[in-house]
């Protein structure tokens, strides 16, 4: 694909990490995309992979485009838009999707034309989740910047159940120093801390509650993560230097408290710090709810030791489907094939729903085929007979293949011939038993 083909959207970066999950999730939802990275080779590649178009030149990738994404890593952003925005088309839309608002707001409305609209933008996840359903994103318009697009992007949004929230770009900078300067800090703080005091990890899991397996779930999740986009984060955003320095004085001033037995003022502290938070019960509720589901898979699993289950890798999205052998608090064992087993991480896995189950099974597995006659009343409407045979478990299908009234059936008779199939080669034995326990007679 050539750098001359129009798209609807262009995304600057778009081979990587969240550009690259953006132009995939626009692309399944028949949108055209076209991406652009300074490596040809791979970018063509991904591009081909995706179904988008490529180009390595990020002006000429702009020419025909109703919608431009600025996705280059934080860093980069405010010079890339320098030197892209300025050549965006007439009436196009131009946003971003960097953690800070201020800086690549006011690239843009510095050197996006005058009659092009600029939408700075935030989406809260990473390129792990597997839609925007549920997911938070954050828009901050810039007045007189925008016009028939916002609509547009609203309605998008709406439609794919994201929660939408319009903020300005100061305010938005002001309360991520907080939802993520400080929450990142903090965590690298408490990891760097564990590793300093020389504490195994895994050790201190056993002796845990689960509100702290769960802290510690997301501390890993974190400094497991790119260090330099976190770096990039800390960086950014300026107003993160004064949380940081915040965070540091509080803790001094708590650390103090205890060493010098000033029980009252720390008691105090954490009364009117409780006190601002206000929202005691709803926190409850919110941790009961991830404590119970962290422990819920489990239960299931070992509900169903013997039985069939399907479960799904998060990461890899492989499905294995298998009778559950053994199950502890953190693996479950699983009989494949009736031989082969495999070890899963319960925390890496999903369990399927009998419906998803189902039909992994009907387009993965082999179905065993076999006819079946049944000798009826002439009056009998084949259709409900099929009905019948549908219902019983084993039966993935049925069709009725033949109706037959000659010589070798009474005269207020006839025989009806069923195909059906079904998972197991010795299923039939189970629906013929049945068939026969309703009174029909096989012929």
Not at 11 to 16: A, N, P, V
């Given at each position: 694909m050539t750098c001359?083909?129009?798209?609807?959207?262009?995304?600057?970066?778009?081979?990587?990490?969240?550009?690259?999950?953006?132009?995939?999730?626009?692309?399944?939802?028949?949108?055209?995309?076209?991406?652009?990275?300074?490596?040809?080779?791979?970018?063509e590649q991904i591009a081909k992979e995706i179904g988008a178009s490529y180009s390595d030149n990020n002006i000429e990738a702009i020419q025909y485009s109703k919608i431009i994404i600025f996705a280059v890593p934080i860093e980069y952003m405010v010079d890339t838009i320098k030197e892209v925005a300025p050549h965006a088309p007439q009436g196009s839309l131009l946003m971003d999707v960097t953690s800070v608002k201020r800086r690549p707001a006011e690239a843009l409305e510095k050197y996006a034309p005058e009659n092009c609209e600029i939408l700075p933008c935030h989406p809260m996840f990473g390129p792990r989740v597997p839609s925007i359903d549920g997911q938070v994103i954050i828009i901050t318009p810039l007045k007189n910047r925008y016009n028939q697009y916002v609509e547009k992007i609203e309605k998008y949004l709406n439609e794919h159940n994201a929660k939408l929230v319009i903020s300005t770009p100061e305010e938005h900078d002001k309360i991520m120093s907080v939802v993520q300067g400080l929450t990142h800090f903090s965590y690298i703080s408490i990891a760097s801390t564990i590793k300093k005091l020389d504490v195994s990890v895994k050790r201190s899991r056993e002796f845990a509650s689960p509100v702290y397996n769960l802290m510690l779930d997301m501390i890993s999740r974190i400094v497991s993560q790119n260090p330099y986009?976190?770096?990039?984060?800390?960086?950014?955003?300026?107003?993160?230097?004064?949380?940081?320095r915040t965070l540091i004085d509080e803790s001094i001033k708590l650390c103090n408290y205890i060493e010098e037995g000033k029980v009252d003022e720390f008691i105090n502290n954490m009364k009117n710090s409780a006190k601002h938070l206000d929202e005691f019960e709803d926190a409850l509720g919110r941790s009961d709810?991830?404590?119970?589901?962290?422990?819920q898979d489990v239960r299931y699993l070992k509900e169903n030791i013997g039985n069939e289950v399907g479960l799904k890798h998060q990461y890899s999205n492989n499905i294995h489907v298998g009778i559950v052998k053994s199950v502890t608090s953190n693996n479950v064992t699983l009989i494949?094939?009736?031989?082969?087993?495999?070890?899963?991480?319960i925390s890496n896995i999903r369990i399927l729903s009998d419906d998803e189950l189902y039909k992994w099974k009907t387009e993965n597995i082999k179905l065993y085929s076999y006819d079946i006659s049944i000798l009826t009343p002439k009056t009998a409407?084949?259709?409900?007979?099929?009905?019948?045979?549908?219902?019983?478990d084993e039966?993935?299908?049925?069709?009725?293949?033949?109706?037959?009234?000659?010589?070798?059936?009474k005269d207020n008779q006839k025989s009806l011939t069923y195909n059906y199939k079904t998972f197991n080669k010795k299923d039939n034995i189970k629906v013929e038993n049945y068939i026969k326990?309703?009174?029909?007679?096989?012929?």
């Open positions: 001359d083909e129009k798209s609807d959207v262009t995304i600057i970066g778009g081979t990587r990490g969240l550009g690259r999950w953006i132009a995939e999730d626009l692309i399944n939802n028949n949108i055209s995309v076209k991406i652009t990275s300074r490596n040809k080779s791979s970018g986009l976190y770096y990039s984060i800390q960086e950014s955003n300026e107003i993160n230097v004064q949380t940081r709810k991830a404590i119970s589901i962290l422990t494949k094939d009736n031989k082969n087993e495999v070890k899963l991480k409407d084949e259709n409900i007979l099929k009905d019948i045979i549908s219902k019983i039966i993935v299908s049925v069709e009725l293949i033949d109706v037959y009234t000659g010589s070798q059936i326990a309703t009174g029909a007679q096989i012929r």
